[in-house]
C-alpha cells in the first residue's frame, strides 16, 4: 500500500492482479518484486467492470490529464516530465530560481551550448525566467498532478505520478531529461547557499537523479564526457556536505564508465581512481584506500615522472592514508 502511495485505484488493481495470479496469492511477498520490475505494464491494465466502477487504467487517467496540460501549457508538460529525474518530495521554486540566472557563468560556446539543455527541454525559447516557471507550476498544481505542501514551503508529486512521468518516455527521451535534470542539478550546487540545511535539503534530489542515470547506463557504454564531468561535480559537492556515501557511490560509477570509455591507462581514469580512494578513506576503510592510492602513485609516475606534481600529490595522499593505518614510518 505505501509502494503505491495509498492510491486507490492501484491498490484495487494489485488487488485484482494478485487474485488472478496463483502464485503470488500464495505468496504475497513476490509482488513487490514483480511490481518494481514491471512497474509500467501492471499499472497500464484497465480494472474490471465488477472490480472498479472506473474503466481507466491508472496510466490512463494521467495521460489524460497530461493532454490537458499539454494543450494549455507545453512548458507545464515538459516540467512534469523533468521533475520525474528528481525526488517526488520537497520540489522547492529555489532549484529553479538559481538555475534560471546562471546564463551570465558561460565560458565558452560548448559551455554555453551544454547550460542550455535543460532549458530547451521545457521551453521553445532559449531564455527561460522564474515567471515562466511558476506559472508552469500552478497549471500543474490546477490539474492536481502536484500539490502544495505549507508546512516545508515546496511542492509535492504523488509517488505513482512521479513514476509515470518516467515511465511513459523512450530510452533516448529518458536519457535527455535525466541529463537535462543533472545540469539543472549542477547549475544549482555550484550557486548552493551556505545555509547547512539547504544544501542537504538537495540531496534527496542529487540521489533520486542518480539513480535513474545510473540504472539507464548500467546496460550502456557511456559515451558521454560532459555527462561525467556534471556527475564528478555532483561527487564534490557531496564530499564537501559529508555525504560520503552517497558520493562513494557516484565515484564508483563514474570510475567503471571513466575505465570503459578512456582505458586503465588514462590521466582522466587515474583521477577518478584517485576520487574514488578518497571517499574510501572518508568512509573509514583505509586498507581499501591504500590499495587504489598505491596504483594511483605507481601509474603517475610512470606516465608523467616523478617530479610531476601531480605524482607529488599523490603521495601525499598515499602518505595521510597509510598514516591513518597507523603505519607512521612508512607514512
Not at 472498479?52 to 496510466?59: A, D, F, N, P, R
Not at 539513480?211 to 559515451?223: K, P, V
Amino acid at each position: 500500500v505505501k509502494e503505491l502511495g495509498y492510491l486507490a485505484l492501484a491498490i484495487t488493481l494489485a488487488g485484482s492482479y494478485v487474485s488472478m495470479t496463483p502464485r503470488l496469492s500464495s505468496d504475497l511477498k513476490k509482488f513487490l518484486p514483480e511490481y518494481r520490475q514491471r512497474r509500467k505494464k501492471l499499472l497500464s491494465q484497465k480494472p474490471k467492470r465488477l472490480i472498479h466502477q472506473y474503466g481507466e487504467s491508472v496510466l490512463g487517467t494521467w495521460e489524460i490529464s497530461f493532454s490537458a496540460v499539454e494543450r494549455r501549457s507545453p512548458e507545464a508538460s515538459r516540467l512534469l516530465t523533468l521533475l520525474a529525474f528528481l525526488h517526488f518530495d520537497d520540489i522547492f521554486q529555489d532549484l529553479f530560481s538559481q538555475a534560471t540566472g546562471s546564463q551570465k557563468r558561460k565560458r565558452d560556446k560548448d559551455k554555453a551550448e551544454t547550460e542550455l539543455v535543460w532549458r530547451s527541454l521545457i521551453s521553445s525559447e532559449n531564455s527561460l525566467d522564474i515567471y515562466t516557471i511558476e506559472a508552469a507550476f500552478g497549471c500543474l498544481q490546477s490539474f492536481s498532478l502536484i500539490r502544495w505542501k505549507p508546512d516545508q514551503s515546496s511542492y509535492t508529486m504523488h509517488k505513482l505520478v512521479h513514476a509515470w512521468g518516467y515511465d511513459r518516455l523512450n530510452q533516448d527521451e529518458q536519457i535527455a531529461f535525466s541529463f537535462a535534470a543533472l545540469q539543472l542539478l549542477r547549475n544549482v550546487v555550484s550557486n548552493a547557499k551556505p545555509d547547512p540545511a539547504h544544501k542537504i535539503r538537495l540531496v534527496p534530489h542529487l540521489m533520486a537523479n542518480f539513480t535513474i542515470l545510473s540504472s539507464i547506463y548500467n546496460g550502456m557504454d557511456c559515451e558521454d564526457a560532459a555527462l561525467l564531468d556534471l556527475l564528478n561535480g555532483i561527487g564534490g559537492f557531496l564530499n564537501s556536505i559529508g555525504h560520503w556515501t552517497e558520493e562513494f557511490a557516484i565515484r564508483n560509477f563514474c570510475l567503471n564508465k571513466l575505465t570503459k570509455l578512456c582505458g586503465e591507462e588514462h590521466l582522466d581514469t587515474i583521477r577518478a581512481m584517485s576520487r574514488l580512494a578518497h571517499s574510501f578513506r572518508k568512509l573509514g576503510k583505509p586498507d581499501e584506500a591504500a590499495l587504489i592510492q598505491r596504483e594511483v602513485v605507481e601509474k603517475r609516475r610512470r606516465l608523467l615522472g616523478e617530479e610531476h606534481p601531480s605524482t607529488i600529490w599523490a603521495m601525499n595522499n598515499l602518505a595521510i592514508t597509510v598514516g591513518n593505518q597507523g603505519k607512521l614510518e612508512e607514512a
